[in-house]
């Protein structure tokens, strides 16, 4: 017969999980108290522990709060059942490869070239400043 602290993890648990009847609860007496030992299907173990370790700690809180009324103290030691069953490869999302155009390097700079990127810099230059002499002009 499970006790009152079994009964208690099984029915948090099994409201989380998606295989609840795999859920199995452990309980073995030392000297630091009481330890139960929790097993869920291997597809359940992220959503047991939680992001984080959050919904696991809630649990734990939840099991030191009913030791207080039992005058015990609780752990629980969520089992790895993990070990030996292979784990399916998760995908990364990436974005569909963008199809590059061939660059041409050139072979050797002319000055000629040199001399007219100098002037479409400048070029460009000017003409940016006149668009922002524009907007300072803009009432805003």
């Known amino acids: 017969m499970a006790t009152i602290d079994q009964q208690f993890v099984e029915y948090i648990v099994k409201t989380l999980v998606n295989n609840p009847d795999k859920v199995a ?29 959050v919904t696991a700690q809630a649990i734990r809180v939840l ?3 009913l030791g207080t009324k039992q005058d015990a103290r609780f752990n629980l030691k969520i089992v790895n059942t993990d070990e030996g069953v292979e784990k399916k ?3 990364a999302k990436t ?37 922002l002499a524009d907007l300072d002009d803009l009432d805003i």
Request: glycine share 6%; aromatic share 0%.
């Open 25 to 53: 609860v452990d309980r073995k007496i030392d000297e630091k108290g009481v330890l139960l030992s929790l097993t869920v299907d291997p597809e359940d173990v992220g959503r047991v522990i939680g992001k984080r370790g």
């Open 63 to 65: 099991l030191r709060a």
């Open 89 to 91: 490869p998760v995908e």
């Open 95 to 131: 974005e569909k490869p963008v199809a590059e155009e061939p660059v041409d390097e050139p072979e050797e700079a002319d000055e000629d070239e040199d001399d007219n990127e100098e002037e479409t810099s400048s070029e460009l230059a000017e003409k940016t400043r006149a668009e």
